[in-house]
């Protein structure tokens, strides 16, 4: 079966969220609507940005999911990314840390949607 997986995040503001993710992905929008925005980030998977299905949302609310961000170099890299990120004002959930799985750590969107960066199986 050929299939691919469309990550949706729930945002306010798809055209911001999009500026916000952008960035960080150093990408552009591969379709857009007022409402609905989506990354092709490779063969079989993108990342879309969605403001239609809720209101409302405040970074406030605790969220229990969270988009990863797979990279395919190593701990070097990842606190490149930290650095960059942090230096662009992203809020950081936790700074990088080494797991099991490898050296990782959690930012969040605008709206508290959480942002793993982490190694690539």
Known sequence: MTASVVSIVYVNDAPAAARF????LDSSPSFETPGYIAFDLGPGADL????GQFEGLSPEVPRTSEICLAIDGGSDELDAIFASWQSKGVAI???PRDLGFGRTFVAADPDGNRIRVAPRD
């Open 21 to 24: 993710y952008g960035d960080l």
């Open 48 to 51: 879309a940005l969605w403001s």
């Open 93 to 95: 959930l936790q700074e």
